[in-house]
C-alpha cells in the first residue's frame, strides 16, 4: 500500500499514529463508511484519483444542481440545501477540482438560483428538511434564530466559492454580496457563535479572493479565535471548537492567535482517542430524536471525521503508516 505523507524533522519526538492504528482506520473506512469517505481516503493518503471521488460525490448532487441525500450526515432528507452544497463544495476543494468541473458549475448555477437577494443570505435549510430524520438543530422552524438567520454559517464559506467560480457570477452581484458579508463579519461581535468561524476560515482560504478582503476576514478570525477555541484538553470531549478545528496544518494564520502547546496537546489528544474500531468518537448525538436514523448517520458522520482526523494529523506529520505500534 502506497501512503502519501509528509514529516517533520522533529517527527520521533512527537507521538505519532502508527502502523497498526492506521490500518484499523482504513479497515473502518473500506467495510463501514461511505463510498465517497473511502474514496477521499484513497485521494489523500493512496494515490487514489479525484475522478473516484467526482463520481462517488456525484450520487448527492441533485436535478437542480444543488447537494443533498444526506451528504450533511445529520440531514438525511434528499432535498438540496445550501449547508449540504458547501460540503459538496469543501470535497470538490480538497481534490483540487478545477473550476470548470461540470458539478462545481452545476452547484454554482444552484447557489446563483437560491441566493435570497433581499437579505443577502443562503437560508441554511429549507423546510423540505421536514421530510425526513435530522438531528434538532436542523429543524426548520426557528432556524432563523438558531443560525442568526445565515448572515455568517453558511453565506461566508459559500460567498468563497462564488470568488473561487467567478467566471459565472455576475460582477455586479459578487461585489455587492462580498460588501455586505464583510460588513457583516465587522460589525458582529468577536466572541462568535462557533460555527461562524469556521466558515471565515473558508472563505479567508477561497482562491481569487481579493487581498484586501481576505485581510478584513483574517483580521476578524484573529480576534475571535481566542474567544472561541477551547485549549483546556477537559473540555474536548464536549461539542467544542478544539485548537485543530481552525489550526488544521502548520503554516496557518490563527497559528499566531491559538497556543501552540495546545494545537500539540490536541494531536496528541487525537491519536491517544481513536476507537479500537479505528474510527473517532463523536461529540454529538441525536439518537434521543429517532435511534434508528442516529445509527445511520453517526456511521456516516465517523467515516467522515476519520478522514479528516487523518488529513489533519498527515498535515502535522504525526502519521507514520510504516510502524507498529
Not at 514529516?7 to 492506521?22: H, N, S
Not at 429549507?126 to 434538532?136: F, G, R, S
Not at 436542523?138 to 454559517?153: K, L, V
Not at 454529538?284 to 467515516?303: M, P, Q, Y
Request: hydrophobic letters at 50%; glycine letters at 6%.
Amino acid at each position: 500500500m502506497r501512503v502519501i505523507l509528509s514529516y517533520p524533522t522533529d517527527t520521533m519526538a512527537r507521538m505519532l499514529l502508527r502502523g497498526d492504528a492506521f490500518t484499523r482506520a482504513r479497515t473502518f473506512l473500506f467495510e463501514q463508511a461511505r463510498p465517497l469517505d473511502r474514496e477521499r481516503f484513497r485521494f489523500l493518503f493512496e494515490g487514489g484519483s479525484a475522478a473516484g471521488v467526482l463520481r462517488e460525490l456525484a450520487a448527492f448532487q441533485n436535478d437542480d444542481g444543488g447537494f443533498g441525500h444526506a451528504l450533511e450526515p445529520d440531514l438525511r432528507c434528499a432535498a438540496s440545501s445550501a449547508i449540504a452544497t458547501w460540503h459538496g463544495f469543501a470535497v470538490l476543494r480538497e481534490i483540487g477540482a478545477a473550476a470548470d468541473e461540470p458539478m462545481a458549475r452545476r452547484a454554482v448555477d444552484y447557489l446563483l438560483a437560491t441566493l435570497d437577494r433581499e437579505r443577502w443570505v443562503w437560508p441554511i435549510v429549507p423546510a423540505a428538511v421536514e421530510d425526513a430524520p435530522h438531528a434538532p438543530w436542523w429543524t426548520h422552524a426557528g432556524i432563523d434564530e438558531a443560525f442568526d438567520g445565515s448572515r455568517i454559517n453558511p453565506t461566508a464559506s459559500l460567498l468563497g466559492v462564488l470568488h473561487e467560480h467567478a467566471e459565472q457570477v455576475p460582477a455586479a452581484l459578487l461585489a455587492e454580496l462580498t460588501e455586505r458579508v464583510l460588513a457583516r463579519v465587522e460589525s458582529a461581535p468577536d466572541a462568535l457563535p462557533m460555527n461562524d468561524l469556521p466558515c471565515l476560515l473558508a472563505l479567508a482560504a477561497a482562491r481569487h479572493l481579493p487581498e484586501p478582503a481576505r485581510a478584513r476576514v483574517e483580521a476578524k478570525a484573529l480576534r475571535a479565535a481566542p474567544l472561541l477555541v477551547a485549549s483546556d484538553p477537559a473540555d474536548w470531549t464536549a461539542y467544542v471548537l478544539q485548537p485543530l478545528d481552525v489550526v488544521r496544518a502548520p503554516g496557518s494564520f490563527l497559528a499566531a492567535v491559538v497556543d501552540e502547546a495546545a494545537v500539540q496537546a490536541n494531536l496528541d489528544y487525537w491519536i491517544s482517542r481513536q476507537s479500537p474500531t479505528g474510527s473517532w468518537p463523536l461529540t454529538w448525538d441525536w439518537s434521543f430524536v429517532d435511534e434508528r436514523a442516529w445509527a445511520r448517520a453517526k456511521l456516516d458522520n465517523e467515516g467522515c471525521v476519520t478522514v479528516d482526523r487523518l488529513h489533519t494529523l498527515s498535515a502535522w506529520g504525526r502519521v507514520d503508516a510504516g510502524l507498529g505500534d
